[in-house]
């Protein structure tokens, strides 16, 4: 059986997409079989991948409303091990398509179902918000790993998260628990990187990865080529500590 771990944050530019892809990489790297959901509507996992999003038919979208199979949503993305269910724009309708249905907070579990037991590794990259795209991700996974930008304003938004799982794992996946906190774009030369992480240490009883994504000019680069880091340069700092974070993630004990 599958692990799934959503990676969820609402605020934006704090790593999330990023540690998506390079995450998923890592772990197709290593010999895991890996499933990348990608439920942005911003496609930037599927296009991080090297897939056109605005070509793709069958995606996330299209599952979501019952115009195709979760198997015909799957799609190669032409790295050993790794799948992708992609995403493009079309996916900011689902809000409101999902308004009246019925079930609507388990529409993406009751499809991941028939597959969970594909894959070793399920990696949900979620929108920047608390959505019912998020919800359905949360009722989908068994974890939730939060990525945390190394910058003043880093607990900002983080109490709003912790909340909503909480509130999800009491009313909708009683099975779901916080995976772990992740620091990105950690800066060596500043103070402020050392004091977040402090900070959040002293703040937050939860799981913390020792790995730390450090702030990495190639792993800004590496989407523009469509590439994750472990591709794009199997030698940088960026590539190290994602390959460390899958390490770290595989061995955690099976939710």
Do not use: W
């Not at 019952?66 to 198997?71: A, D, I, N, P, S």
């Not at 590794?121 to 949360?138: E, G, K, R, W």
């Not at 912790?162 to 794992?169: G, P, S």
């Not at 990865?209 to 340069?233: C, F, M, Q, V, W």
């Amino acid at each position: 059986m599958g692990r799934i771990i959503a990676i969820a944050n609402q605020k934006g530019g704090v790593g999330k997409t990023t540690t998506a892809i390079n995450l998923s990489a890592c772990l197709a790297e290593a010999g895991k079989k890996v499933l990348v959901i990608d439920l942005d509507p911003q496609g930037n996992t599927t296009s991080g991948l090297g897939i056109d999003k605005n070509t793709m038919t069958n995606t996330i979208y299209e599952l979501i409303l019952g115009e195709c199979t979760v198997r015909e949503s799957i799609h190669k993305t032409g790295i050993e091990h790794l799948m992708l269910i992609p995403s493009n724009v079309n996916l900011a309708g689902a809000e409101i398509e999902l308004l009246g249905a019925s079930n609507k907070e388990y529409i993406v579990k009751n499809e991941i179902d028939y597959v969970q037991e594909d894959f070793e590794f399920i990696i949900i990259d979620c929108p920047p918000s608390l959505n019912m795209l998020t919800i359905n991700a949360m009722t989908t996974a068994n974890t939730v790993l939060v990525p945390i930008q190394c910058e003043y304003y880093a607990l900002e938004g983080l109490s709003q998260l912790i909340h909503t799982i909480n509130l999800v794992q009491k009313r909708l996946n009683p099975d779901l628990i916080l995976e772990g906190v992740v620091f990105t774009m950690y800066d060596a030369r500043t103070n402020l990187s050392l004091q977040v992480v402090e900070n959040v240490k002293n703040n937050l009883d939860t799981m913390i990865y020792k790995t730390i994504i450090p702030r990495n000019i190639r792993l800004a680069e590496a989407p523009s080529h469509g590439k994750p880091i472990n591709l794009y340069d199997g030698k940088s700092a960026g590539a190290e500590s994602y390959r460390l974070l899958a390490k770290e993630v595989i061995e955690r004990k099976a939710v």
